[in-house]
């Protein structure tokens, strides 16, 4: 039997965390959740999954999020076309609203964090996916 899973972390790696990091905490306004002083973990609403921004102990290999070792980092939420209007509120290049994918069946749009990760809001438009559930 596989062993249970508690908690999901994705940690991204910045040359210039401050700047992430404000982004992080004054952009997206995800909550604080631990402070390593070089790392700064953040909560996805009600969720068991977190996001890390790290000081990078060396500059990206590259800035395409689909190489091998390239990340997109998807939040996943219902109301994609209120972030769209969140996020361009705040200033934020969003360099295309949202677009419904017939291929995947989302709705999704993307932009860049200042370190320069691909960050996509995305809503499932499939009754495959699997319903929210709370954090335990």
């Given at each position: 039997m596989r062993?249970?899973?508690?908690?999901?972390?994705t940690?991204l790696?910045a040359?210039?965390?401050e700047e992430?990091?404000?982004?992080?905490?004054?952009?997206?306004?995800?909550?604080?959740v631990q402070d390593?002083g070089?790392?700064?973990?953040?909560?996805i609403?009600?969720?068991r999954a977190f996001?890390?921004?790290?000081?990078?102990?060396a500059?990206?290999?590259?800035?395409?999020?689909?190489v091998?070792g390239?990340?997109v980092?998807?939040l996943?939420?219902q109301d994609?076309?209120?972030?769209?209007?969140f996020?361009?509120?705040?200033?934020v290049?969003?360099?295309m609203?949202?677009t419904?994918?017939e291929?995947?069946r989302?709705t999704?749009?993307?932009?860049?964090?200042?370190?320069g990760?691909?960050i996509e809001?995305?809503?499932f438009?499939?009754?495959?996916?699997p319903s929210?559930?709370?954090?335990?």
């Open positions: 062993p249970a899973l508690d908690q999901q972390v940690f790696y040359e210039n965390p992430c990091w404000r982004f992080y905490e004054e952009v997206l306004e995800l909550p604080l390593q070089s790392v700064r973990i953040y909560g609403d009600g969720t996001v890390g921004v790290c000081r990078a102990r500059p990206r290999a590259s800035e395409n999020p689909r091998v390239g990340v980092f998807t996943v939420t994609v076309e209120g972030w769209h209007a996020l361009t509120a705040k200033g290049a969003l360099p609203a949202p419904y994918s291929a995947y989302i999704h749009f993307f932009f860049n964090d200042p370190a990760y691909t809001v995305q809503r438009e499939r009754p495959d996916w929210l559930r709370p954090a335990v």
